[in-house]
């Protein structure tokens, strides 16, 4: 790398330190300041493994693709920071994707290596069931921009990993990856969570049966609700935290058509995938998954695909529910909640196959935590029990309206942070983590959850958080936290030691930190990505 240009990106990087722009930075009440952006090298590739406990610092490592590959490396670049990893992603189809691939190839090639084991005991087919299924069902769905970006992000991610980073143990090529590993990537919920069962109900073998897997503490509110009387929005995520520990891509996608999008992300997607977006259109987006929904539709267009265009291409509120409601397949059928911060209006959407029904207000809230809503979805297309009131979606919803109510006029995105955290379990009447708190713990639940088929002491819950604002998404900006938002540290090798039981998941697991929240925006990416630019033109001269 020529010194000169190093120099000359350093200056940029630096700028992203300066004390303007951390000024930019301190919103009321902030928890722990997250400064992008702070390494010199515009590539960045960091190691598959997690990061030790209490080592936050930003990690850049240097990784040049070869010189064919830079037109497609444009101004993509990656930085690490407090658990995330930030990628920003510029240009076509094919580009976008490769820079996808290129810069998160370890992650992704980490996470087919858990699904190579995680699929097979939890669903009883193969890596390779996935990929067939995800090719023959989907791939000719899609249509020709995601399926240029799928098979870019194989193409960048093998590009990766032919060097050194590529050998396995043996020092032997590691495995190539290829479009229907990404495309299966990509539909995994879907296919593990909704196809498979829905075969195994055709088959009558109810040894296989598995339940929609639970995610999610969501709201959205508005109009008098609110402190400022704009939109605030926030979610987190729940799942295994196996799988929810690499659930920490933030990508800052600018694509050549369509909107601009920040959204957080498993490695590979191309959605989002917990749900979280905001767009340059003005749009804020996320969902709760919808508890013992039933039902799949092969014939229907995937929810990954439906979502993506949905939130690349739309306009307005109308616009994204003419997508989201076009032929919905059920897989990953969830209660979407949206909000147009030009209009101040936020919706509800209860995405199912045969009920699509919206709600709409200026004023009012909307909160998600897995319960569907209306008594038609329930009767028709879910085995959800809505009279228990102590199961964790009917408890999670009791604390959401508790929330909303004693903060009326005064919701903010402090208090966003705050309810995402909560701890209040209104079942036991008592401050803990659990299964029936916003911030999920269900590893400490002796019962575990029997709706979601998740076992006594199960290791999940809550893995991150995201939330924002109106003012904050009109800067393309949010706060994110990864793993549990409430600052718990999950061990696994301790989680293992008390329950032996769970001795499949040794390989495959790890611990996760908690937090800190950490401020994202798309400015300082902006002002990064032009320096990554400018060095590799200079690289190339
Ligand atoms: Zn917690």
Redesign the pocket.
């Known amino acids: 790398m020529p010194k000169a240009a190093l120099s000359r990106i350093s200056r940029f990087a630096s700028l992203g330190l300066n004390s303007a722009s951390r000024a930019r930075f301190f919103c009321a009440g902030l928890i722990i300041l997250g400064v992008l952006f702070v390494s010199p090298h515009p590539l960045g590739s960091a190691a598959a493994d997690s990061t030790p406990k209490g080592a936050l610092a930003t990690r850049s490592h240097r990784a040049a693709p070869d010189s064919s590959s830079s037109d497609l490396m444009g101004s993509a670049f990656r930085r690490d920071r407090n658990g995330w990893i930030y990628l920003h992603l510029e240009g076509t189809p094919d580009q976008v994707g490769y820079q996808h691939g290129y810069l998160a190839a370890p992650e992704i090639r980490e996470v087919i290596r858990v699904f190579g084991e995680y699929l097979p005991h939890t669903t009883k087919h193969d890596w390779q069931f996935y990929r067939q299924a995800a090719h023959s069902m989907f791939w000719d769905k899609i249509g020709d921009e995601y399926q240029r970006e799928i098979a870019g992000i194989a193409r960048g991610a093998d590009a990766r990993l032919k060097g050194d980073a590529g050998k396995n143990h043996n020092g032997r090529r590691a495995a190539k990856i290829d479009a229907d590993d990404v495309l299966a990537l990509n539909a995994w919920i879907e296919l593990a969570q909704y196809y498979v069962p829905s075969l195994q109900a055709r088959l009558g073998d109810p040894e296989l049966h598995q339940s929609p897997p639970p995610s999610c503490s969501a709201f959205i509110a508005t109009g008098s609700w609110t402190r400022d009387g704009k939109i605030v929005i926030g979610h987190n995520n729940w799942i295994d935290y196996l799988i929810g520990r690499h659930w920490n891509l933030m990508i800052d996608l600018k694509p050549a058509a369509g909107h601009r999008i920040l959204m957080d992300a498993f490695p590979g997607f191309i959605h989002s995938g917990d749900d979280f977006y905001v767009t340059d259109a003005g749009l804020m987006a996320t969902e709760t998954t919808i508890t013992q929904f039933k039902g799949f539709d092969p014939a229907g267009l995937p929810e990954f695909y439906r979502i993506r265009k949905a939130i690349q291409y739309s306009d307005s509120i109308d616009d994204w529910l003419k997508v989201m409601t076009e032929h919905p397949n059920g897989g990953y059928a969830n209660d979407w909640l949206i909000g147009d911060r030009k209009t101040g209006e936020i919706a509800r959407l209860e995405n199912g196959i045969k009920n699509n029904i919206v709600e709409r207000t200026k004023d009012g809230y909307y909160v998600g935590s897995n319960f569907p809503v209306n008594d038609k979805t329930i009767r028709e297309e879910t085995s959800f029990d809505p009279g228990n009131a102590n199961n964790s979606a009917n408890a999670r919803h009791r604390r959401w309206d508790q929330l909303m109510n004693e903060h009326r006029g005064r919701i903010d995105i402090v208090s966003a942070r705050r309810f995402e955290?909560d701890?209040y379990d209104v079942v036991r009447k008592r401050q803990s983590?659990s299964g029936n708190?916003l911030?999920?713990?269900v590893e400490v639940e002796s019962p575990g959850l029997p709706e979601w088929d998740w076992g006594k002491f199960y290791p999940g819950?809550?893995v991150n958080a995201k939330v924002t604002d109106a003012s904050m998404a009109e800067k393309m900006s949010l706060w994110a936290s990864v793993g549990?938002?409430?600052?718990?540290y999950f061990s696994a090798r301790q989680f293992l030691a008390r329950h032996p039981e769970y001795a499949w998941i040794r390989k495959i697991s790890g611990d996760m930190q908690?937090g800190p929240w950490t401020q994202f925006s798309i400015t300082l990416a902006d002002e990064t990505a032009r320096a990554a630019r400018s060095h590799r033109q200079a690289a190339s001269r």
């Open positions: 955290a701890h983590g708190t911030c999920g713990h819950g809550t549990h938002p409430c600052g718990a908690g």
